[in-house]
């Protein structure tokens, strides 16, 4: 992995922790019973976490790793940039 790919992984990674601590993700897992959609949006992101995480723990620089922090990221960002502004 190079320099770019790991700051890529950074900014993602990033993204990931500062939605996790919104008010909005907070208020997501208490909804997630009432509302269907976000139900599943959550579980496509806890899924993708999970996977990422696994191939983290096989080497903090596998490829997969790699893309399942940057899909996560573009998840995120695609569910949620219109009330968390990420790059304040």
């Known amino acids: 992995m190079n320099t770019e790919n790991i700051n890529e992984m950074f ?17 997501m897992v208490k909804g997630r019973e009432e509302c269907s959609v976000i139900d599943k949006w959550l579980a496509d992101v806890e899924m993708r976490h999970s996977s990422f995480s696994f191939f983290f723990d096989i080497s903090p620089t596998h490829p997969r790793a790699y893309y399942e922090a940057l899909y996560l990221s573009e998840i995120i960002l695609k569910g949620t940039s219109d009330k968390i502004n990420y790059f304040e």
């Open 11 to 27: 900014n993602a990674l990033q993204i990931i922790s500062k939605f996790t601590d919104t008010e909005l993700y907070a208020d």
